[in-house]
């Protein structure tokens, strides 16, 4: 059992920058690969970044690529996602998830076997 818990999100204007984290709790967070995914308004959960479980690959949704950095702390059981050059589009409910697959598969949320309760972020024009 793994319990996720973000924290980070508000209020920022575009061009500016946010830095998301996500608490792990349990012992086992360095065996688990973690996502990040953003659910915007009336539209569905998107994936948006991955981090392997050592922290060697990583991977981004093309929409956030160069802007977006995932990384993770395994003594500390926290994934970051550092976010810059944010614009109104990047408007959302973020939510890291923990799994143990990895594969083709890990773009997918039914891969995904916990979730966190999500954090705001909105983008001003």
């Known amino acids: 059992q793994v319990q996720l818990v973000e924290s980070g999100g508000g209020l920022v204007q575009a061009g500016g920058s946010l830095s998301l984290s996500c608490a792990a709790s349990g012992r086992t967070f360095s065996s688990y690969h973690m996502g990040w995914f953003r659910q915007a308004p009336g539209k569905e959960r998107e994936f948006v970044a991955f981090i392997s479980s050592s922290g060697v690959s990583t991977f981004y949704v093309e929409v956030v690529k160069g802007r977006f950095t995932i990384s993770r702390d395994n003594v500390q059981s926290r994934v970051y996602l550092q976010m810059n050059s944010l614009n109104p589009e990047d408007t959302a409910v973020y939510y890291c998830?923990?799994?143990?697959?990895?594969?083709?598969?890990?773009?997918?949320?039914?891969?995904?076997?916990?979730w966190g309760q999500g954090t705001q972020v909105t983008v001003s024009a």
């Open positions: 998830a923990a799994t143990r697959s990895y594969g083709l598969g890990s773009r997918n949320r039914q891969q995904y076997d916990y």
